[in-house]
T-cell receptor
Framework: ETGVTQTPRHLVMGMTNKKSLKCEQHLGHNAMYWYKQSAKKPLELMFVYSLEERVENNSVPSRFSPECPNSSHLFLHLHTLQPEDSALYLC??????????????FGPGTRLTVT | EDQVTQSPEALRLQEGESSSLNCSYTVSGLRGLFWYRQDPGKGPEFLFTLYSAGEEKEKERLKATLTKKESFLHITAPKPEDSATYLCAVLTGFQKLVFGTGTRLLVSP
């Protein structure tokens, strides 16, 4: 495997289900991110993990719960979701740097449909 | 509030017809500007990073430029395989990217 991988690629779940999204990066990076992408809207940053510690939580509802057990793996645990949570969920990774910038590399995303 | 605006929302070109996409931004201290390409059903693919006004980057038929208020992605003699959504993002704070809504480009043969 190379780059950033995400599983599953597609997920349909009911509002009372519990499921998890998985992300794995094979780039040796030490920062990982969850984004939400909805139609006609910009990518929304949900969570940032740097060196396995959460450093950003953009007022995301508690029905989304991230977990970063090590620098290569990131999970997003889902429970009691709402139909408006249907979207493409993207994982990204980067190398944390203290210079002026860095690049984030994205996985293919999980298309989530909440029924 | 940090904001990124991309225009046009959609652009249709004939193969070989050059054009430019615009990304304007208002941020409290630009640390970098990024261009991504996104194909349907896939995650964004990194293209360029620009750090300071006057900087330019090129890759095949694409050229990105940066001023103090906006960035342009110039597409020279595009081909149908250049059809995609092009996303612009700015780095404002600690590892935080703010994205625009993108420009959907369709290149017809």
């Amino acid at each position: 495997e190379t780059g950033v991988t995400q599983t599953p690629r597609h997920l349909v779940m009911g509002m009372t289900n519990k499921k998890s999204l998985k992300c794995e990066q094979h780039l040796g990076h030490n920062a990982m991110y969850w984004y939400k992408q909805s139609a006609k809207k910009p990518l929304e940053l949900m969570f940032v993990y740097s060196l396995e510690e959460r450093v950003e939580n953009n007022s995301v509802p508690s029905r989304f719960s991230p977990e970063c057990p090590n620098s290569s793996h990131l999970f997003l645990h889902l429970h009691t979701l709402q139909p408006e949570d249907s979207a493409l969920y993207l994982c990204a990774s980067s190398q944390e740097v203290t210079r002026t910038g860095y690049e984030q590399y994205f996985g293919p995303g999980t298309r989530l449909t909440v029924t | 509030e940090d904001q990124v605006t991309q225009s046009p929302e959609a652009l249709r070109l004939q193969e070989g017809e050059s054009s430019s996409l615009n990304c304007s931004y208002t941020v409290s201290g630009l640390r970098g500007l990024f261009w991504y390409r996104q194909d349907p059903g896939k995650g964004p693919e990194f293209l360029f990073t620009l750090y300071s006004a006057g900087e330019e980057k090129e890759k095949e038929r694409l050229k990105a430029t940066l001023t103090k208020k906006e960035s342009f992605l110039h597409i020279t003699a595009p081909k149908p395989e250049d059809s995609a959504t092009y996303l612009c993002a700015v780095l404002t704070g600690f590892q935080k990217l703010v994205f625009g809504t993108g420009t959907r480009l369709l290149v017809s043969p």
